[in-house]
């Protein structure tokens, strides 16, 4: 009877992880909305990375027919070049990632990346080229050094370590309970917004993506932390010469990009350097003074909150 009993467990046991594991892999679906039925055309071949340039031709996109979210639009992301995507809440900017992931499929005009059209090369291996973080990160029930290493799943303790450090989540690990031994996720203990986003960082910093998403990724940390942060991944991403994609409604964040696409409506209504769009005068520079002048009343406020 003892025997048989552990065999038993021990099964018992695997069979438990293992519907963990793909409840786990569910929830990671449904948050980041993959469709999982998109499939390789019979001849597609692995994505050719080169620069990493990338390219919509005259998209046509809506989730529903009578909806049309995207209209006819075209646009460059230079390879290697930092870029920020602007513009109004709902008008499409977290669509265009989906596009790229391949999420969904356009209706019409084509998505390029180093002149290949994403449908014509293997899903899989467009989607291993590309990291995003998303709005909200969804984290396993599991180790934070596991939720980490989830983006590259035979990284050393030392590059889990050195990629929280970059992430400037590594001493708020060291004060958890457990350190990165401590359990997170919905079963796990609970963290903040922005140690969260810290997280989600981490890991793509992990994973080393050739082309890299970052879909408000800092919107739940302070200025502080934030820009500190945004200074470790700018000086990363430099020196590797990704390609990376910010949406951003804080105009802060991403004023130093080389190229910053304003978005309205489905279509580019602009695009230039902060300094070309400040001088047109346009949408962006619209944003950018009221952005600025909302930026130092909170920061008069805080001073003066300070001297009481
Ligand atoms: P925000 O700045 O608020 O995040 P966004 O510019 O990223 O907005 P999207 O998330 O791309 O906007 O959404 C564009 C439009 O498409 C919105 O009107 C939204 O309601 C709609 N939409 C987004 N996802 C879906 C979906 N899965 N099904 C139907 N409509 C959707």
């Known amino acids: 009877v003892f025997q048989l009993s552990v065999p038993l467990n021990f099964l018992g046991s695997v069979y438990r992880e293992l519907r963990q594991s793909l409840l786990d892999m569910e929830t990671l679906f449904n948050l980041q909305k993959v469709n999982v039925t998109i499939k390789d055309e019979p001849n597609a071949k692995p994505l ?3 620069t990493g340039e990338i390219k919509f ?7 529903h027919p009578e909806r049309p979210i995207l209209r006819d639009l075209t646009l460059t992301i230079p390879g290697g070049k930092k870029v920020a995507i602007v513009g109004p809440s709902g008008c499409g900017k977290s669509t265009l990632l989906r596009l790229l992931f391949r999420s969904y499929d356009v209706e019409n005009g084509r998505i390029l990346i180093d002149d290949q059209d994403i449908r014509s090369v293997q899903v899989d291996s467009l989607r291993r080229s590309i990291g995003v973080v998303p709005q909200d990160t969804p984290l396993f029930n ?3 050094e596991h939720n980490i290493r989830y983006g590259k799943i035979d990284a050393t303790s030392e590059q889990v370590v050195a990629a929280a450090q970059r992430a400037r989540i590594h001493d708020t690990i060291a004060r958890f309970p457990e350190g990165y031994e401590t359990k997170v996720g919905e079963r796990g203990m609970m963290i903040s917004g922005g140690e969260k986003q810290r997280l989600a960082m981490s890991r793509i910093l992990l994973k080393d993506p050739p082309l890299l998403f970052f879909d408000e990724a800092t ?3 302070d200025t502080h932390t934030e820009q500190a942060l945004m200074n470790n991944i700018n000086s990363i991403l430099r020196e590797k010469g990704r390609t990376s994609v910010f949406v951003a409604h804080r105009l802060r964040t991403i004023f ?5 696409i304003v978005l309205k409506e489905g279509r580019v209504a602009e695009q230039g350097t902060h300094r070309e769009l400040i001088d047109r005068d346009g949408v962006y520079a619209e944003l950018w003074s009221a952005q600025e002048t909302l930026f130092n009343d909170e920061g008069e406020k805080t001073e003066a909150s300070k001297e009481q």
């Open 256 to 260: 130093d990009s080389d190229l910053i």
């Open 219 to 221: 919107s739940a940390l």
């Open 48 to 50: 050719a990375l080169k």
């Open 57 to 63: 031709q005259n998209v046509d996109f809506g989730y």
């Open 142 to 144: 599991d180790t934070v």
